[in-house]
């Protein structure tokens, strides 16, 4: 079932037809200087030959052609296409359609390098395959996940949502491809590891996954924010721009060119914004090359340090994209000193290390290492064929309209069999006061109280029976007034989170070292429900909350969670509940609203 993947940049226009299954390329189309009298294609493996300078002209007539090139049997069955920046509006892959280029246009000031050539060659490609699916595929949406903390920026509340400026994030296909890769290449569930990936190609990108999830990243509202690139500053202190607008008068137009396409490598080198040639002169003695390579890695240091800090800890790290996956010296460097981190490069490892679309993994760390490094080959185009197939074959059933019922659920907590005891007494057993909607769980007569650093809550539920592991999930609003920071987790996931102390009968207290999370909004389905739905256990999807439908509030990155003992139900906590208006009690443990939820996308690519 081949894909036909388009990536339209501002010069150049990238186009493949892609085997979902394998990644493989059934045919090629590179064309370059688009804008220019010299733009060429060039398809396959063939030399360039002149082309019109226009995108749409040039696909119009490279399009066909390129169909040619395919063996006799391949047909296209949908097309995906690289869009750069969706906004907040566009989380997920998303089916195109006349409204959705017009939703888009409306971005485009987000993106200005890059989103008019996206919808161009959306126009163009529509128009030339009227028959099949086109699916967007964003740059931004892996990044949907981000939490609040970490996407906002210190400015006025105001004039920041005005202008709807906040960290998007981009590279997303590449950062969660190369994720998945790492969970395979390591035999582990992507969603118990913690993983840094390092992008670094013409543009540069970190991003911190944690879980399977996107939970920070290096750019932020545009492009251009974090990581020195090819000709992009990256981070830059906003006074320097503003000394620069005082005392030279630049406007914003030579301030856009001076950050984007006059800094980074190139700006540093004064050679160029080719990692190659900089490396070469480097080891020539050219001091601007060698300055450039120890600004471009420190910076890529300091991030990964920043990220594993932020997830409490790192499983993976792991080199991508053009420099990433080529760049021996680079990834020494950048490695240099994460020892104290558990990260032990091994240097022939890295100096050997080589990959491609047969080994795309290659490790580079010493057998001991704790945190393991990785060389993994990206590949953009792959998984946007592989998201555009998957939204494709789904096309048919993009909303369910099956009716979910909506529950809120209050601050509770689980508990082992040995901290009942130390709580309760030796040999207590919980009591159950009555049971809950979930079949075998129940809300127990027992209540404890959390004492926090900041302050105390009494009076706090445990529900039964007895777990493996102790959890106590807070809102976060509980958590400002604990005065804890709790990750959002799935149930069961307590790892690196942080400890409290409980108080049970008679003073007896025990102190957790780890356990308070806050619950990730979730729903419970058996397997039949997931059947219908058409989603698996660890999907994450939208649902779409209305109070008897007079107000409905779109739920985004609700996660899945299929077993046969479970009932069809959404559970919000109490902070989403008042967020949404929704009815509930002050003494609920899990308390039914008169909401209900339809089920309407999935995003199935982890
Ligand atoms: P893009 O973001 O344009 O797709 P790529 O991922 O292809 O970028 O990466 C381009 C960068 O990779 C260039 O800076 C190039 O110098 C660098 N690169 C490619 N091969 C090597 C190599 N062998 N050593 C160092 N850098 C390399």
Redesign the pocket.
Known sequence: MPVLVINCGSTSIKAAVVDPETGRRLAELKVERIGSPEATAAFNDKAPTPCSSSCEEALSACLPELLRELPDDARITSVGHRVVHGGSHFRSPTLVDDKFVAVLEEKTDLAPLHNPANVSGIRATTELLQDVPHVAVFDTAFHATIPRRARTYSLPQEIANRHAIRRYGFHGTSHQFVAKRVAEFLQQDLRTLRVITCH????CSVCAVEYGRSVETSMGMTPLEGLVM?TRSGDIDPGALLHLMRAEGMDVNELDILLNRKSG?AGLSRLG???????KQAEEGNEDCQLAIQVFCHRVRKYIGAYAAVMGGVDAIVFT???G???A??RHRVAQRLEFLGARLDEDRNRAASVNRDNPVAEISMPHSRVRLLVVR?DESWSIALQANDLSQRSGAEATTRIIPVAISARHIHLTQDTVEALFGEGHELTPLKPLSQPGQFAATELVTLVGPKRRIERVRVLGPVRAKNQVEISRTDEFYLGVDAPIRASGDVANSPGITLIGTESRQVTLEQGVICAWRHIHMTPDDAAQFDVEDGDVVDIEVGTNRVRSLSFGDVLVRVKASYKLEMHIDTDEGNAAELNMSDVGELERTDAEGTLRKANRFR
């Open positions: 670094l190609g013409g543009g090819g490598l914004n080719d990692m190659r040639d900089i490396e994209a053009g420099i996956q080529n760049s010296v680079v990206t």
